[in-house]
């Protein structure tokens, strides 16, 4: 984990996540807070990536809409 401040808060967690997060924690050898901290890095980029796909379903679901008939012709 990069040198960074650091900034605490509180939250809460199913046991079995916890759980799961000090065995992967014990195992690496590494403290829960970089473990948390680089799942949820994983998380943000992972959510930021799609992104673009809700867009293009968004786009997609209005196409539907508008040019339904045409659709169903063409399909034909």
Do not use: W
């Amino acid at each position: 984990m990069p040198n960074t401040a650091l900034e605490r808060f509180s939250s809460q967690a199913a046991p079995e996540v916890l759980n799961s997060l000090r065995k992967i924690a014990e195992s690496e050898g590494r403290p829960i807070q970089e473990i948390l901290d680089e799942a949820l890095r994983e998380y943000i980029e992972r959510k930021e990536k799609e992104q673009p796909r809700r867009q293009a379903m968004d786009a997609f679901a209005q196409s539907l809409s508008e040019f339904d008939q045409l659709y169903r012709e063409l399909a034909k």
